[in-house]
């Protein structure tokens, strides 16, 4: 067996929680990331039949029974991840009832995935039917992004629409744009399914005076849509309260997205 603690799914969530941190999304136990992994390339690390425990989770997952997470730890750290990855961090397969958890690694300790594992499960199960190769669901709090969230509307088309218009990159970067939920308690299985709704359309969803879910095939993809936003959000933030003087008219958006074969969300530039 390979050490795990050396292997590219741990050496790489380490590098990436560690940089989300010193960008400042991730304040103390703030973010979660979970990765469906690859069984075959697991096996190299770990005994895939040795269960350390079972965790029971709160609503019925079946259709991802089988699958297994590296998720990160409730009340946990980003910041600490990459000095103790096996108690930050833990490894998980959903039972093959749905209802529960077979830790295979990690959560050294007692710990448990993150709170927002529920809506971390639904995102995977609306993803993985838009896109086979879908892999990551990424949260944090990145505070361009939550400012917006209380200035502009929150319509899902009118938010994505200013953003587009923020830099020239962005109708490139997330031509599917974003969707936006209200502020609803989180941690919670209406979240969840409200988040899913949104996210089976598009790779990211801001939860409003909250953060951001961004997903994708890698950690990069799912790390560069939520720098592209929040970037995005951080001009609009500088400059809302200024007179505008100039901006990209809806016409240009669109000849940019045709130049870089980029399909905007379906009547979202009309
Ligand atoms: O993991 O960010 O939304 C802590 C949170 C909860
Ligand atoms: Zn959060």
């Not at 989770?57 to 297994?68: N, P, Q, S, T, V």
């Not at 929150?154 to 939920?181: A, S, Y």
């Not at 609009?236 to 399909?263: C, G, R, S, W």
Request: hydrophobic share 40%; net charge negative.
């Amino acid at each position: 067996m390979k050490n795990i603690l050396e292997s590219p799914i741990i050496t790489e969530i380490c590098d990436m929680t560690a940089n989300m941190y010193r960008l400042g999304w991730d304040e103390r136990n703030g973010g979660n990331i979970s990765w469906l992994l690859d069984e075959q390339e697991l096996a190299e690390y770990l005994d895939l039949s040795q269960v350390i425990r079972n965790i029971p989770i709160a609503f019925d997952a079946a259709e991802l029974a089988g699958r297994i997470f590296l998720v990160t730890g409730t009340g946990k750290y980003f910041k600490n991840v990459t000095g103790n990855p096996q108690e930050n961090l833990g490894i998980v397969r959903v039972a093959s009832n749905g209802t529960e958890l077979e830790l295979l690694w990690g959560f050294e300790g007692g710990a448990l995935p993150t709170s927002e594992f529920p809506t971390h499960l639904m995102n995977h199960m609306a993803r993985l039917k838009a896109d086979p190769e879908h892999r990551i669901v990424m949260h944090c709090h990145p505070a361009n992004t939550i400012a917006m969230t209380f200035v502009h509307s929150i319509d899902d088309r009118e938010f994505t629409c200013t953003l587009w218009q923020m830099i020239t990159e962005c109708i490139v970067v997330f031509p599917d744009g974003v969707g936006v939920v209200p502020w609803m308690v989180s941690g919670t299985n209406d979240i969840g399914e409200a988040t899913a709704r949104k996210i089976k359309d598009c790779r990211l969803v801001v939860w409003a005076h909250h953060g951001i879910f961004g997903t994708g095939r890698t950690l990069d993809e799912a790390f560069g849509l939520i720098e592209t936003v929040e970037k995005a959000a951080q001009i609009y933030m500088k400059i809302a309260h200024l007179d505008i003087k100039n901006t990209i008219p809806k016409e240009q958006l669109k000849a940019l997205a045709e130049t870089f074969h980029a399909v905007p969300r379906e009547g979202w530039l009309d």
